[in-house]
């Protein structure tokens, strides 16, 4: 299983960022995937989970600036992320879920939003 994360950078308040998670080692189509992203100093912050079929579970922390998606045909998770400010600054990883529980983790995208 391979899980490959690419994307992030450094961006100013305001701005938009599109993360693309690269899925290989494993029947993509079939499992739920997952972001989480996190700060520096904290724990873990659950984000998105995306079924299978396209629906997706949000997060609490979620207020309408980030979008989640698949493209099953290339084994692809994407997250955007719209208006970022300060506080979005983490490490963000997708996660493949098995029964419950995510079982492998990418290496992570840094997303440093700073003007």
């Known amino acids: 299983v391979q899980l490959v994360e690419s994307g992030g950078g450094l961006v100013q308040p305001g701005g938009s960022l599109r993360l693309p998670c690269a899925a290989s080692?494993?029947?993509?189509?079939?499992?739920?995937m997952s972001w989480i992203r996190q700060a520096p100093g904290k724990g873990p912050e659950y984000l998105f989970t995306v079924f299978d079929d396209g629906s997706t579970w949000t997060g609490d922390s979620v207020k309408g600036r980030f979008t989640v998606s698949r493209d099953n045909a290339k084994n692809t998770l994407y997250l955007q992320l719209n208006d970022l400010k300060t506080e979005d600054t983490a490490v963000y990883y997708c996660?493949?879920?098995?029964?419950?529980?995510?079982?492998?983790w990418g290496q992570g995208t840094q997303v440093t939003v700073s003007s």
């Open positions: 996660a493949k879920e098995s029964n419950w529980a995510w079982d492998y």
């Open positions: 080692g494993f029947t993509f189509t079939s499992v739920r």
